[in-house]
């Protein structure tokens, strides 16, 4: 089977920086990927990190640590746009799907 | 312009009948998926396909069925042994190499069903 748990709700100040954890089981591992999505709108893809370390992306970052099944989104400068949901998924080799975190809702305040 | 169509964008289903969902794409992706999302709710699996003429249940496919005849289009059937099926719907593709490349999915704007 396959889980991966983040935090429901995060709250940031505009300007700042913020770190969206997912901690995640499965039987096969193809990397984590983040995507972002606003109220109402289509997921879109924003990161993918197949080994482990940092990718980095403007102002966002992602970072892998297999050995610990976890990883997170590192957002930097945050915006007000930056209010949405953040989901983790993994892609498992074995069931050949894409499967989802539970999203992580950041409210960025002024 | 490539990408990934949904359609209807709102769905309204008196109970006890089935409705079917249209999702198409012209990304040339082989694997599309279909997800349902409650609200504050995350994504999850109803089906999946990888190919053409095959397809597999996800973990929560009872009351759904679909169809994969063309490699364009992932119909889905909301049937009425679905107990609860208003929510919001998405359909996304993607390719099926290994590589990154394979895990950035393709979402469509979704299609909110309402049942009255």
């Known amino acids: 089977g396959q889980s991966l748990e983040q935090p429901s709700e995060v709250t940031a100040v505009e300007g700042a920086i913020v770190q969206i954890n997912c901690t995640y089981q499965t039987s096969g591992f193809y990397g984590l990927s983040w995507y972002q999505q606003h109220d109402g709108g289509a997921p879109t893809f924003l990161s993918y990190n197949g080994l482990d370390g940092l990718e980095e992306t403007g102002r966002f970052s992602s970072f892998l640590s297999r050995s610990d099944s976890y990883g997170y989104l590192l957002l930097q400068e945050l915006q007000m746009k930056d209010s949405a949901s953040y989901f983790c998924?993994?892609?498992?080799?074995?069931?050949?799907?894409?499967?989802f975190g539970t999203g992580t809702r950041l409210t960025v305040i002024p | 312009d490539g990408g990934i169509t949904q359609s209807p964008k709102y769905l309204f289903r008196k109970e006890g009948q089935n409705v079917t969902l249209s999702c198409e794409q012209n990304?040339?992706?082989?694997?599309m998926y279909w997800y349902r999302q409650d609200p504050g709710q995350g994504l999850r699996l109803i089906y999946y396909s990888q190919i053409v003429n095959d397809f597999q249940k996800g973990d929560i496919a009872e009351g759904y069925s679909v169809s994969r005849e063309k490699k364009e289009s992932f119909p889905l059937t909301v049937t009425s042994a679905q107990k609860n099926p208003t929510a919001f719907y998405l359909c996304a593709s993607s390719t099926t190499g290994t590589g990154s490349l394979n895990t950035e999915a393709f979402f469509g704007q979704g299609t909110r069903l309402t049942v009255v």
């Open positions: 998924a993994v892609r498992d080799p074995g069931a050949n799907n894409l499967f």
């Open positions: 990304l040339n992706h082989d694997a």
